[in-house]
């Protein structure tokens, strides 16, 4: 089992940026296929950013050159950085890990229960 804890949420500023932290616990060991989704109201859960255990990497095409999603292992924490933020960006940000291809949702084995973001203008 995979424990995730979300951080880094809370009110950002329409063309700011934002960092978004997840730290794992539990079978850390196992290497997993680590993403982030957000899911604004109403909506489904959709792919921000994803990174698999070779390194590769999918940028969902919203944040595409807005976006960095990065992995400290040694600490078990993975990251994500926005910039240029609009109110499209606002959500519930979820990080997950999974099996290889994580960036389909149908991989996902473990989620975290999210961290919040507003947008204000």
């Known amino acids: 089992q995979l424990q995730l804890v979300e951080s880094g949420g809370g009110s950002a500023q329409a063309g700011g940026s934002l960092s978004l932290s997840c730290t794992a616990s539990?079978?850390?060991?196992?290497?997993?296929?680590m993403a982030w989704f957000r899911q604004g109201p109403g909506n489904q859960r959709d792919l921000v950013a994803s990174l698999d255990t070779d390194g590769f990497t999918v940028i969902s095409t919203s944040v595409k050159g807005r976006a960095t999603i990065s992995k400290d292992n040694a600490n078990n924490t993975l990251y994500l950085q926005m910039s240029s933020l609009t109110s499209e960006d606002a959500g519930t940000f979820y990080c997950a890990a999974g099996g290889q291809g994580c960036f389909k949702d149908t991989s996902i084995l473990f989620w975290g229960h999210g961290t919040q973001v507003t947008i204000s203008s």
């Open positions: 539990g079978t850390t060991a196992v290497p997993y296929c």
